[in-house]
């Protein structure tokens, strides 16, 4: 049987186009305590009943990162521009408990891209001045790593994809966009040989850092959550950290506090993934065959799946 065309963009894949017998399952996940009964081994949820508890246990992903690196065996943390809560938490940990961090190091998860090169640090919505400006700027100069333990995807792509290999990504963090991307490995256009069926997954596995083009549904959600609703203001392509470097980041943590993804959204994944439903047209699906993953939810930020008129 035909896949059905999208919803949102006939031209593109995404979550629209899966079989209606998935998409019919998500509303039966009714609360947080069915959401946790998804965890199996390779898969925990993890609930929050606070987001002062949920943004502090984020920004301690970074410090038991940090805390493992030592200059023979570099360690470090990959983490994403939404959620950005966590990093003045990160800072002020930092230089409260006088933390010496200077061998540790940090991964950018991506960065926007206009006219084929990633954006300066001076544009409005670059994620690496984002970065800078809410955490590392923040942390004493007598305890924060060097800039060049400062990974960020811009410049030779290459060589950031290649510092995977000498350094343990201990833990890579992200958020889940509408789109139901991590970074930004958005689904693939409908074209070539993805007319009648998105890339098989092991397929979208092998892509690595690159410049891609980024989903409308991406587009729009950046202008509504960064951009005061600017949509002409967003880039049209990203550089994005691919499933490559991800599986060589000993964990995936995922953090959902409501604001970046819809009820539906939020449980649509953690049931493909719990149930091992790998599918390209919803990249964090694929998160389904990692060793390793973990869902982070605020309760309250979880909502309803069903009609509610406003």
Same mark, same amino acid.
């Given at each position: 049987?035909?896949?059905?065309?999208?919803?949102?963009?006939?031209?593109?894949? +995404?979550?629209?186009?899966?079989?209606?017998?998935?998409?019919?399952?998500?509303?039966?996940?009714?609360?947080?305590?069915?959401?946790?009964?998804?965890?199996?081994?390779?898969?925990?949820?993890?609930?929050? +009943? &606070?987001?002062?508890?949920?943004?502090?246990?984020?920004?301690?992903?970074?410090?038991?990162?940090?805390?493992?690196?030592?200059?023979?065996a570099?360690?470090?943390?990959?983490?994403?521009?939404?959620?950005?809560?966590q990093l003045?938490?990160?800072?002020?940990?930092?230089?409260?408990?006088?933390?010496?961090?200077?061998?540790?190091?940090?991964?950018?998860?991506?960065?926007?891209?206009?006219?084929?090169?990633?954006?300066?640090?001076?544009?409005?919505?670059?994620?690496?001045?984002?970065?800078?400006?809410?955490? !590392?700027?923040?942390?004493?100069?007598?305890?924060?790593?060097?800039?060049?333990?400062?990974?960020?995807?811009?410049?030779?792509?290459?060589?950031?994809?290649?510092?995977?290999?000498?350094i343990?990504?201990?833990?890579?963090?992200?958020?889940?966009?509408?789109?139901?991307?991590?970074? !930004?490995?958005?689904?693939?256009?409908?074209?070539?040989?993805?007319?009648?069926?998105?890339?098989?997954?092991?397929?979208?596995?092998?892509?690595? &850092?690159?410049? &891609?083009?980024?989903?409308?549904?991406?587009?729009?959600?950046?202008?509504? &959550?960064?951009?005061?609703?600017?949509?002409?203001?967003?880039?049209?392509?990203?550089?994005?950290?691919?499933?490559?470097?991800?599986?060589?980041?000993?964990?995936?943590?995922?953090?959902?506090?409501?604001?970046?993804?819809?009820? !539906?959204?939020q449980?649509?994944?953690?049931?493909m993934?719990?149930?091992?439903?790998?599918?390209?047209?919803?990249?964090?699906?694929?998160?389904?065959?990692?060793?390793?993953?973990?869902?982070?939810?605020?309760?309250?930020?979880?909502?309803?799946?069903?009609?509610?008129?406003h």
């Amino acid at each position: 049987m035909a896949r059905p065309i999208s919803k949102v963009a006939p031209g593109w894949w +995404d979550y629209t186009t899966l079989d209606p017998a998935i998409l019919n399952d998500v509303p039966l996940i009714k609360d947080a305590d069915d959401l946790a009964a998804l965890s199996r081994p390779g898969f925990q949820v993890h609930l929050y +009943d &606070t987001l002062e508890e949920f943004y502090c246990a984020e920004a301690l992903d970074y410090i038991n990162a940090w805390r493992q690196s030592t200059a023979d065996a570099p360690a470090g943390i990959c983490g994403p521009i939404g959620p950005t809560e966590q990093l003045p938490l990160v800072a002020r940990l930092v230089n409260d408990l006088q933390l010496d961090v200077r061998d540790g190091h940090f991964w950018g998860m991506d960065e926007w891209v206009e006219n084929g090169v990633p954006v300066p640090i001076d544009h409005p919505l670059s994620f690496a001045k984002a970065d800078l400006a809410l955490c !590392f700027h923040r942390i004493d100069p007598k305890l924060r790593m060097p800039d060049e333990h400062l990974h960020f995807p811009t410049g030779d792509l290459d060589a950031y994809s290649a510092s995977y290999d000498p350094i343990r990504c201990m833990v890579m963090q992200g958020g889940q966009g509408e789109v139901k991307h991590w970074a !930004f490995n958005d689904p693939p256009k409908r074209e070539d040989d993805y007319v009648d069926a998105p890339p098989p997954p092991a397929e979208y596995r092998k892509l690595k &850092t690159r410049i &891609t083009d980024l989903h409308p549904m991406t587009i729009i959600q950046n202008a509504r &959550t960064s951009g005061g609703g600017q949509v002409a203001l967003v880039p049209l392509q990203a550089a994005t950290v691919g499933p490559v470097e991800t599986w060589k980041a000993e964990k995936v943590s995922i953090w959902q506090a409501g604001a970046h993804d819809n009820p !539906f959204g939020q449980r649509l994944t953690a049931l493909m993934i719990a149930k091992k439903i790998p599918d390209s047209s919803t990249p964090m699906s694929l998160l389904a065959d990692h060793p390793n993953v973990h869902f982070h939810y605020y309760r309250h930020g979880l909502g309803r799946v069903e009609a509610e008129m406003h």
